[in-house]
Nanobody
Framework: QVHLVESGGGLVQAGGSLRLSCAASGYTHSSRCMAWFRQFPGKEREGVATIYTGTGSPGYVDSVKGRFTISQDNALSTVYLQMDSLKPEDTAVYYC??????????????????????WGQGTQVTVSS
C-alpha cells in the first residue's frame, strides 16, 4: 500500500517562501511520477508540478514557472516543492500524488489528477497580502 504524507504548509506573507515535503513509502518501483496538486475552495484539483523520479526531470504549469521548484531525495523517498515569491492566489490545499507508471503524462501544458492513483492528505498553504 502506497502511503504519502505531506508536511510544511502554513501561513506566509506575500513574497515569502515555503517548502512542502512529501514522504513516500510502501512501494518497490524505483521510477515513478510524483506530483504536486493544489485545490482552491469549490474548485477541482489542479496540477502544479511533476517530477519523474527515474531522471529527476521536472515539469511545471505556467502559473508557477520561475517561482516553484520540485525536487527529490531518493534516499529519503521524499519529494519537495520549494515555493518562492508566493502570492495570495497561491492560497490552497496542496496535495502530493504518485503514479506508478513509467513516465509523467502531460496533455500539452497541464496534467490530470485522474492519472494519479495515490494521494496524501493535503497541507494548507495560506499567503496573506
Amino acid at each position: 500500500q502506497v502511503h504519502l504524507v505531506e508536511s510544511g504548509g502554513g501561513l506566509v506573507q506575500a513574497g515569502g517562501s515555503l517548502r512542502l515535503s512529501c514522504a513516500a513509502s510502501g512501494y518497490t518501483h524505483s521510477s515513478r511520477c510524483m506530483a504536486w496538486f493544489r485545490q482552491f475552495p469549490g474548485k477541482e484539483r489542479e496540477g502544479v508540478a511533476t517530477i519523474y523520479t527515474g531522471t529527476g526531470s521536472p515539469g511545471y504549469v505556467d502559473s508557477v514557472k520561475g517561482r516553484f521548484t520540485i525536487s527529490q531525495d531518493n534516499a529519503l523517498s521524499t519529494v519537495y516543492l520549494q515555493m518562492d515569491s508566493l502570492k495570495p492566489e497561491d492560497t490552497a490545499v496542496y496535495y502530493c500524488a504518485a503514479d506508478l507508471r513509467a513516465w509523467c503524462i502531460w496533455y500539452g501544458d497541464y496534467f490530470r489528477a485522474r492519472d494519479f492513483g495515490y494521494w496524501g492528505q493535503g497541507t494548507q498553504v495560506t499567503v496573506s497580502s
